[in-house]
């Protein structure tokens, strides 16, 4: 059974460059967010155009890129 600790992270929509990705989806970062790009979960999630980011989560169904 999953810890209340892990269901609170997975339902984190916000995480900066070098987080594991809580959850597979679509991402984009905060500097550009029609850079729609898919991580899976467990991903580190990389700086964008070479500098650190926060990456908001898409809603499902919001790939517009």
């Given at each position: 059974?999953?810890?209340?600790?892990?269901?609170?992270?997975?339902?984190?929509?916000?995480?900066?460059?070098?987080?594991?990705?809580?959850?597979?989806?679509?991402?984009?970062?905060?500097?550009?967010?029609?850079?729609?790009q898919?991580?899976?979960?467990?991903?580190?999630?990389?700086?964008?155009?070479?500098?650190?980011?926060?990456?908001?989560?898409?809603?499902?169904?919001?790939?517009?890129?």
């Amino acid at each position: 059974m999953k810890s209340i600790a892990l269901l609170r992270e997975r339902a984190t929509r916000v995480m900066p460059t070098g987080s594991h990705c809580p959850a597979s989806g679509l991402w984009s970062p905060d500097s550009e967010p029609d850079a729609v790009q898919a991580f899976p979960e467990g991903h580190v999630l990389p700086a964008h155009n070479g500098m650190p980011t926060l990456w908001r989560r898409r809603p499902a169904g919001s790939a517009s890129a």
